[in-house]
């Protein structure tokens, strides 16, 4: 199998790597291809890509270029990791928005749009050569984020595609730690949209054991939350650390007025990264990447890859069509469940019927999504104004101006409609 990914000069790549390398019973990838402009970068982390494959055995050939059209060609799997603008347009999206009381914040609110923005049209032309040039049975998987709307634009446009997030594997690796059991006996009642999902139901050997982990460990998911325990108490389960945006959005804020933003702490972690990888004696994933982001990346991506290669049958968390499973959402919307992988793709499993306290929400955030890949693909001052002002998170005519106004201007060089 070739397997083709773009981005492949991000710093998380080793994380990818590591678990190509440890998972390759899973899937056989003899031609690995990392993809980028940054080729300063792109060396650094070919390097120790080859090393890590070597120090455990791994024959896939290595191959890193800035050509697109060769790294996608005859590709039986391309994963997209690409961030347009890199971390500094992702420190903007978590900074000017503050200036209207809004959070900052790279996938969701007034920052996720920008996001949007700048993504949909790159990965939709990089998925046209892909449709063009690598197998005629080629699956693209995104990990690049706004997930569910990257997805939805190849969906739509026809590609063979699956979203992937690590939220779900996170919280499966966590909970298993503290009932102490491998993670493969532990299953998910995931819902919702990406970046915005709870755990309705914790199964160990298909028995829930969500209300004994409330109880027993609500402090300590409460903490890493960032949310208080009673809230979880009262919501009778575990939602996805992105939903304080919405939960706890004034004292996010002044968090984040007060320090620096993520983008910036990234942008020094991936300084050391890099550094590090130049390190010709370094063969394996360094501790720092786990602060880096994407913990679980690596077992996610190739377990997805796998199912689709091996028709496997199993079931995963990723982004996928509605078609139905949701009935408050239009068919072709993207949503985050539990799903049955096979060579045909991800089909989403039937779930129980969302709370109205969770539906509204969901609604609400798939509402602004179809507006957000509408303002990407077509471009446009008003589309972006109805967009933000659809968001939960803004909802408000001069907040909406506001932010349309600082939007524009700080993606002036990725939007080709604003120049």
């Not at 990257?150 to 997030?165: I, K, S």
């Not at 933003?261 to 590090?276: C, K, N, P």
């Not at 779930?351 to 509402?367: K, R, T």
Request: aromatic share 4%; with cysteine.
């Amino acid at each position: 199998m070739k397997l083709t990914v773009v981005g492949g000069g991000s710093t998380y790549t080793p994380e990818l790597v590591d678990g190509l390398a440890r998972l390759r019973a899973a899937v056989d990838v003899d031609e690995l291809v990392l993809v980028d402009p940054a080729t300063d970068r792109l060396e650094l982390v070919a390097g120790v890509t080859r090393r890590i494959l070597a120090k455990q055995g791994h024959r896939a050939q290595v191959t890193a270029t800035a050509d697109l059209d060769e790294a996608v060609s005859d590709a039986s799997v391309v994963l997209l990791q690409l961030r347009v603008g890199g971390q500094e347009a992702r420190i903007g999206d978590e900074t000017w928005p503050l200036e209207c009381g809004c959070v900052g914040q790279e996938t969701t609110g007034a920052g996720g749009l920008a996001k949007a923005l700048r993504t949909v049209p790159v990965v939709l032309e990089i998925a046209e050569r892909v449709r063009e040039l690598a197998a005629p049975d080629v699956w693209i998987v995104d990990f690049t984020n706004p997930v569910g709307i990257v997805t939805r634009a190849l969906l739509d446009e026809g590609h063979r595609a699956v979203g992937l997030c690590n939220v779900a594997i996170g919280f499966q690796r966590m909970f298993a730690g503290l009932f102490g059991v491998p993670p493969d006996r532990v299953s998910l009642g995931h819902v919702g949209l990406n970046h915005l999902t709870w755990e309705r139901a914790v199964r160990v050997d298909g028995r829930d054991r969500l209300p004994e982990l409330l109880r027993d460990h609500g402090a300590l998911l409460a903490e890493r939350l960032g949310l208080p325990e009673p809230v979880l108490h009262r919501l009778g389960m575990v939602p996805s650390y992105y939903l304080r945006y919405f939960y706890a959005h004034d004292t996010v804020v002044a968090e984040e007025r007060a320090g620096p933003s993520r983008g910036q702490q990234v942008a020094e972690m991936e300084r050391i990264l890099l550094e590090m990888y130049a390190d010709p004696g370094l063969d394996e994933k360094p501790e720092l990447l786990a602060q880096r982001g994407g913990a679980y990346y690596s077992e996610a991506a190739i377990d997805l890859v796998a199912s689709l290669a091996a028709d496997r049958g199993d079931v995963q968390v990723v982004n996928v069509r509605n078609a139905g499973v949701l009935p408050f959402l239009p068919a072709e919307a993207v949503i985050e469940v539990p799903s049955r992988i096979t060579a045909a793709g991800a089909d989403a499993l039937p779930v129980e019927p969302l709370d109205p306290l969770l539906a509204g929400l969901v609604a609400h955030v798939s509402a602004y999504e179809e507006l957000a890949l509408d303002a990407a693909l077509r471009g446009g001052r008003d589309r972006v104004f109805r967009a933000l002002l659809s968001h939960p998170l803004v909802g408000q005519v001069d907040l909406a101006e506001g932010l349309t106004d600082r939007l524009l201007h700080a993606n002036r060089d990725h939007l080709r409609w604003v120049r």
